[in-house]
């Protein structure tokens, strides 16, 4: 497998260096739900959609500062990290509660399995967002390579465009 770095214009203005395998395919195994046992971190415009539809006292909670859909330890074996928890929203059936019923879900939601950074540009004057895929997607994430949809093909649906907006769009923090 070829892995070259290419830039990809995702949105009018809007570009990424891509730093995987262009070959890469993609698509969530739904019976997964690795990522979903997780805390998420929630943008200023998450938490204001998400006022819009859920309670954030019962859903969220902050860490170093920053808003999280916090995890909760559930009464189930299934669909849950080792020690039992998983974010807040994840049914018993396994499906995202917010994606189900209000047919919205946090943009770092659906950033994975990618993973952003920021470089500084050749030219020294400006950034770059790169683009690579998590390590532990490698290890966990069931959707790599099983289908025929290319990632690169598709980068819309996993990089919301306020990602360009963020002062610090690095998707490194977890809960
Ligand atoms: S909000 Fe939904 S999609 Fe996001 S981690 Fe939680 S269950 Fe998964
Ligand atoms: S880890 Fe990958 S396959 Fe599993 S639920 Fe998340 S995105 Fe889908």
């Known amino acids: 497998m070829s892995t070259e770095a290419r830039r990809v214009e995702v949105y009018p203005d809007r570009e990424v260096v ?15 739900t690795w990522c979903c046992q997780h805390g ?6 998450d938490l204001l959609e998400l006022a819009a539809r859920e309670s954030l006292a019962e859903s969220t ?3 170093r500062g920053q808003d999280f859909v916090r995890r909760e330890e559930k009464e189930r074996d299934e669909h849950v990290a080792e020690d ?4 807040f929203f994840l049914r018993e059936d396994g499906l995202c509660a917010l994606h189900d019923e209000h047919d919205w879900k946090p943009a770092r939601c659906s950033v994975f399995p990618l993973h952003v950074t920021v470089e500084e540009a050749p030219d020294g004057e400006d950034r770059e967002l790169h683009v690579s895929i998590r390590e532990e997607a490698e290890e966990h994430c069931e959707g790599l390579n099983v289908s025929e949809r290319r990632v690169v093909d598709h980068l819309d649906a996993f990089l919301p465009e306020l990602l360009w907006e963020l002062d610090d769009p690095e998707t490194y923090r977890e809960l």
């Open 84 to 87: 039992g928890g998983a974010c």
């Open 18 to 32: 891509v730093d995987f395998d262009p070959d890469l395919t993609f698509e969530c195994v739904e019976e997964c």
């Open 61 to 63: 909670t902050q860490f």
């Open 40 to 45: 998420v971190l929630l943008y200023e415009k």
